[in-house]
């Protein structure tokens, strides 16, 4: 009994002493069902601790709007950010990137879609004035700002809170999915890499919906450690995900991560996203991102 | 014995191996029973588990968007563990209705974490996310019910699993008891049984064993019962009389063993008593053969002091004053004869024919004598044979025989007592002459017995000797039972004495026993008278010049012409030159002595002379027929010249 509390007190007291010495603690944002999401990420999680020989974390961030003063408040060393979060971390944070997936179809970049309910008969936007919109929240690239900066390119010119009837921020892209499949709105936005992993999924999702716009690419999301975070472990990590398309273990991480593999990324693979979010009128390093 | 120590063992194995592997099999289930229970605690508890995981979740629901909201993590940790418990419990059934219901329960889970994902991400629009809460809410009430449902129908099982498995150890419990009370039966029986079969013919064998310790070789224990214990009473029986047979080997062996030591002890005894009986009997011999020639020569000089004295009387005056010195001289003379005639008596020079006489017959006349000589106080005892106890002897010298041996019984018996004479005819075996005997021949056994003061055995082996006495000095000669000795020894015969001090003693003499025609009768000396005489001429041959003297004198003055020889050579002479009617031949003198002077005297042709033998030695029985056939007749020194005269008349009238 001593040795089990003698044991517990120099646990306890190593934990605190550094987060990093202990266990590399990476933040995820909720992109789709969180314990689908986790489920995904988890192998991958396992790869990197084998690798660089400390226990991985993976700590769900609950909310897209205060994700920056989450991974803030969490003291997390490093996430997988969206693209325009990535974009806000690097922009108020000074966050690194390091690397991102390249998908099974060798894209390494997302977008965003627009759709509705094949029987609701909407064909364009105009058809969608006054009607319920489900966004996923402020701060996602494909499910937010992508699609409002489509609608303001094809025509939209109004704020989008006159324009629609109603805005529901989902909090996720597949719940953004779940909510036009169930009326609960009537156009929806999301990402198309969720949208696809749905429609696999639950047929309802190509049966009952149709597309009607697609966005810009942008980078997928892509890990970025802190500012803080020790630069050669910064660049062993990017070595160990550079190199998992190279061991075949690593390979069936990437299988079940539905990656191909992970290329280089750097603050300079974010310039789209500023550009698109200059064109939308954003000031990132002060934009307000509360969902409302 | 040895199949029924089996069929114990056996059936002790049997009912311990079949209580044994019914007990292990009630163990066993038994054991399946608790291991069951194990696994319904275990279920007990996971189901427990579970509801209280699904409760955490749902208090996480109520209190999310709240001060004491938890962590996001947190929450899906909780619902992770809540999913993994469902998928554990649904994981051990595989009964169709509860995998149902546990495929129901997946379903629920998956539902709740849809309906969970979906409210805490959603960020905005309040009804909207109060409608997610409660339907969430909602699925993991349905979820929990599920799992209070699933637990009840545990609880239910679990009851149903501890009664059974209760019930399996009380059996198993009773069984064991009654296995080791069974087994304990059986043994004691088992036990009592087989120590009873050993202890009894045990007991027979210790009782004879003991038995046979204590010497009763033989003793047979009964072969009955067990075979093993048939045959150890067999091998036991053999060995006892093996035992018996071997000591009676022994005592055999030993038995010889003492005889022929008894019959050596008794040999070299024999042998230590011959040779004791040669040594004395030597010892005599020599002292007879000493004392036989001092008598000769006293006998020669005898005869001349009775010769001269005898010539003295005859030519003396009647009236002399020296007559009666010459008395003296003729008495004393006498006197020296008789002793040295007894000295010859000692030394089996016995004067005196044998014959064949009735032992019994002389023992009534001496009887007759002792009754009137020896003292009133001694009774005497006759005990004669009934058969006439014959011996060879000289009569005269058998009544010397027993007056001396009367006179000395009579001396050990001063204060009165009783003098035994009994005669009996034995047996050659029991005799004590083996060499002088044949097989078939008898001995008589003469006892002469007082119970007087008797001797001790320092005396008892002198008794024989001449001279020896134990009376006052002139009380005896000393003679008595040393011509007893001679007398005995001379008849053939053997004496031997038993005597203790205080006690009396005994003579035992015996004699070889005759028939009446075992001697030849010797030729009886005739008696002759002076009368008788008649003229001759008369050699006398004498180395003793005082006996010619005599003899001579006598002679020439009774009208015989006399002639003299000092030699035998010079008597041969004689004979040969001249007449000789008779002679007067001495046997002990110098030169070729007188035997071969009469050897050839007797070879001498026709008309040879007569020849008187005058001699100072003994002869026993056989010298004497030997010379007589050759001479007239023996004239033992020292004789009278009377008797000497009439001799020689009678011999010269003998045609």
């Known amino acids: 009994m001593p040795k089990a509390i003698c044991f517990c007190i120099v646990f306890l007291m190593l934990s605190f002493s550094s987060a990093l010495s202990d266990e590399l603690v990476i933040g995820l944002i909720p992109e789709q069902n969180v314990f689908a999401q986790l489920e995904r990420y988890e192998p991958l999680g396992k790869y990197i601790s084998s690798r660089l020989e400390i226990p991985v974390r993976f700590s769900m961030l609950s909310r897209y709007g205060n994700i920056i003063e989450s991974f803030r408040k969490k003291e997390l060393n490093a996430a997988f950010w969206g693209s325009f979060t990535g974009a806000l971390a690097i922009a108020k944070e000074g966050v690194e990137p390091i690397a991102r997936p390249v998908w099974l179809d060798g894209s390494s970049t997302y977008y965003g879609l627009v759709f509705v309910r094949k029987d609701s008969g909407y064909e364009s936007f105009e058809d969608l004035k006054g009607k319920r919109i489900a966004l996923v929240d402020k701060a996602t690239t494909a499910g937010y700002i992508s699609p409002l900066f489509l609608m303001k390119e094809q025509g939209v010119e109004i704020s989008p809170e006159k324009f629609f009837s109603e805005i529901i921020f989902t909090g996720s892209h597949d719940a953004a999915i779940l909510a036009v499949l169930n009326g609960e709105a009537d156009v929806g936005a999301a990402k198309n890499t969720i949208y696809f992993l749905e429609s696999n999924r639950n047929k309802r999702v190509e049966e009952e919906l149709k597309l009607i716009g697609v966005t810009e690419k942008v980078p997928s999301n892509a890990l970025a450690v802190s500012g803080d975070f020790p630069k050669e472990k910064a660049e062993k990590l990017r070595e160990i995900l550079l190199g998992m398309n190279e061991s075949p273990d690593g390979l069936s991480v990437l299988e079940s991560f539905k990656a191909k593999k992970f290329i280089e990324t750097t603050k300079d693979d974010y310039i789209p996203v500023f550009e698109m979010a200059e064109k939308a009128g954003i000031e990132l390093s002060t934009y307000d991102y509360f969902n409302k | ?655």
């Open chain 2, 1 to 655: 014995m040895r199949k029924k120590i089996f069929l114990a063992f056996f059936s002790l194995l049997l009912i311990f191996v079949s209580g044994s592997l019914i007990s292990s099999k009630y163990i066993v289930d038994a054991t399946e029973g608790l291991h069951r229970l194990l696994q319904m605690h275990k279920i007990d508890d996971m189901s427990k588990a579970l509801s209280l995981s699904i409760r955490t979740v749902q208090m996480d629901l109520f209190s999310l968007r709240t001060p004491a909201s938890r962590d996001l993590d947190t929450i899906i940790t909780n619902v992770r563990q809540m999913e993994g418990l469902v998928n554990k419990c649904y994981s051990c059934h595989h009964k169709e209705w509860l995998v149902k219901k546990f495929n129901n329960m997946s379903e629920g889970v998956r539902l709740y974490k849809s309906a969970l994902s979906l409210y805490v991400t959603s960020s905005a629009n309040t009804p909207r996310m109060e409608r997610l809460g409660i339907e969430a809410t909602q699925i993991g009430e349905a979820l929990m019910e599920r799992v209070l449902e699933v637990s009840s129908l545990a609880s239910v099982r679990f009851g149903h699993v501890t009664e059974e498995s209760l019930g399996r150890i009380k059996d198993v419990r009773l069984i064991l008891l009654g296995t080791l009370a069974l087994t304990f039966l059986i043994g004691v029986i088992a036990a009592i049984h087989i120590t009873r079969a050993l202890m009894a013919p045990l007991g027979v064998f210790i009782d004879g064993t003991r038995k046979i310790a204590s010497g009763q070789l033989g003793h047979k224990v009964p072969s009955e019962g067990m075979t093993e214990f048939r045959e150890l009473a067999e091998y036991f029986n053999k060995m006892s009389e093996e035992l018996k047979r071997a000591h009676e080997e022994q005592e055999n062996t030993n038995r010889e063993l003492n005889n022929e030591i008894i019959e050596r002890k008794h040999a070299e005894e024999e042998k230590n008593r011959l040779m004791d009986q040669l040594v004395h009997a030597r010892k005599l011999e020599a002292i007879g053969t000493l004392s036989g020639g001092i008598a000769h020569e006293f006998n020669n000089l005898l005869q001349v002091i009775q010769g001269c004295a005898d010539l003295m009387d005859i030519t003396m005056e009647k009236d002399s004053a020296s007559r009666k010195h010459l008395s003296t001289i003729i008495a004393t003379a006498n006197r020296g004869g008789d002793l040295t005639k007894r000295l010859l008596a000692f030394s089996r020079k016995v004067d005196g024919e044998s014959r064949v006489m009735d032992l019994n017959t002389k023992l009534g006349q001496v009887f007759v004598i002792l009754q009137q000589t020896l003292p009133r106080n001694i009774d005497i005892e006759l005990k004669l044979s009934s058969a006439p106890a014959t011996i060879a002897a000289d009569p005269s010298g058998i009544e010397q025989l027993l007056l001396n041996m009367a006179l000395n019984a009579k001396d050990a018996m001063a204060d009165g007592g009783r003098l035994t004479l009994t005669t009996r005819l034995i047996d050659a075996k029991a005799c004590k002459l083996e060499g002088n005997l044949g097989k078939d021949d008898n001995c008589v056994l003469l006892d002469i017995a007082d119970n007087g003061c008797g001797m001790d055995e320092q005396t008892r082996a002198l008794i024989f000797d001449p001279f020896f006495t134990t009376k006052d000095v002139g009380a005896g000669t000393g003679l008595g039972l040393s011509v007893t000795y001679g007398l005995v020894n001379a008849y053939g015969g053997y004496i031997e004495c038993k005597s203790s001090l205080g006690e009396g003693t005994t003579f035992s003499i015996y004699f070889p026993y005759a028939k009446e025609d075992v001697l030849e009768s010797v030729p009886r000396e005739r008696q002759l008278t002076f009368s008788d005489v008649s003229g001759g001429r008369v050699l006398i041959a004498d180395d003793e010049h005082g006996i010619i003297e005599s003899a001579a004198a006598v002679l020439e003055s009774m009208g015989y012409d006399v002639v003299t020889a000092s030699t035998g050579e010079d008597a041969i002479e004689i004979c040969k030159k001249e007449r000789i009617d008779l002679v007067a031949l001495d046997l002990g003198m110098p030169g070729i002595g007188g035997v071969s002077c009469l050897e050839t005297i007797s070879t001498l042709p026709e008309p040879r002379p007569k020849v008187i033998i005058t001699t100072g030695y003994g002869f026993d029985d056989a010298a004497r027929s030997d010379l007589l056939k050759k001479a007239e007749r023996i004239l033992q020194k020292p004789y009278r010249l009377t008797e000497f005269i009439s001799a020689v008349s009678e011999a010269l009238l003998e045609k």
